[in-house]
């Protein structure tokens, strides 16, 4: 499984990015999805998870909960992070995750990664 998040940059406070994860891989819609985030000197964090299938259930983290909305679109093998009211400390390399088994928040349970989409959100 290999994945290419993409669409990150530079946007100022109150703005939106949608960021792309391209997935190369024989069946799309088997995987559980997510979106992690590391700002400089932190951990790596949960952002959102969408559930394998055509109709997957979604989880936000509380901090970006209302803003982000996470999608899918199995038939071009590629998941979606639509963040809008962007604020300063959503600054960080976005990673996008998937997995077979794994839904969750637990971001060390994702076994596939892709190698990660800069957002700067300036004040």
């Known amino acids: 499984v290999q994945l290419q998040a993409s669409g990150g940059g530079l946007v100022q406070a109150g703005g939106s990015l949608r960021l792309s994860c391209a997935a190369s891989?024989?069946?799309?819609?088997?995987?559980?999805m997510g979106w992690v985030r590391q700002a400089p000197g932190k951990e790596r964090e949960f952002v959102a998870a969408?559930?394998?299938?055509?109709?997957?259930?979604?989880y936000y983290a509380d901090s970006v909960k209302g803003r982000f909305t996470i999608s899918r679109d199995n038939a071009k093998n590629t998941m979606y992070l639509q963040m809008n009211s962007l604020k300063p400390e959503d600054t960080a390399v976005y990673f996008c995750?998937?997995?077979?088994?794994?839904?969750?928040?637990?971001?060390?349970?994702?076994?596939?990664w892709g190698q990660g989409t800069q957002v700067t959100v300036s004040s």
């Open positions: 969408i559930r394998w299938g055509w109709g997957g259930a979604t």
């Open positions: 995750a998937a997995d077979e088994r794994y839904f969750g928040t637990s971001t060390g349970e994702y076994d596939y």
């Open positions: 891989v024989r069946t799309f819609s088997d995987y559980n």
